[in-house]
């Protein structure tokens, strides 16, 4: 069973950077898309950005030219570096990794991102 095990949260002031990091627990074949997703208190959980094989990068516009996705394809990591942080964006952050050969994600654990005014 693979883990995907996320890194970097925390809390910060308004106008911070974080960066998070996800690596899975062992290598995965053919990976395709890799994203973060998001879910603040009361809230649904939202993509915040996500990454083709090929580089290719969507991003929620909440968070456009704030926020920049990047991946690892040597050690299948992928990061969120997050820069200009606002209390709204606070929230627990969750990292996705679809495999080519696999109709599903695997998902991390979640790691909490507190930024306050």
């Known amino acids: 069973q693979v883990r995907l095990v996320e890194s970097g949260g925390g809390l910060v002031q308004a106008g911070g950077s974080l960066r998070l990091s996800c690596a899975p627990s062992?290598?995965?074949?053919?990976?395709?898309?890799m994203a973060w997703y998001r879910q603040a208190p009361g809230k649904q959980r939202e993509l915040v950005a996500r990454i083709t094989s090929g580089g290719i990068t969507n991003y929620a516009d909440s968070v456009k030219g704030r926020f920049t996705i990047s991946r690892d394809n040597a050690t299948d990591t992928v990061y969120l570096q997050m820069n200009s942080l606002k209390p709204e964006d606070t929230a627990v952050y969750y990292c996705?990794?679809?495999?080519?050969?696999?109709?599903?994600?695997?998902w991390g654990q979640g790691t909490q991102v507190t930024v306050s005014s």
């Open positions: 062992r290598s995965i074949f053919s990976i395709n898309v």
């Open positions: 996705t990794v679809r495999p080519a050969w696999l109709n599903s994600d695997y």
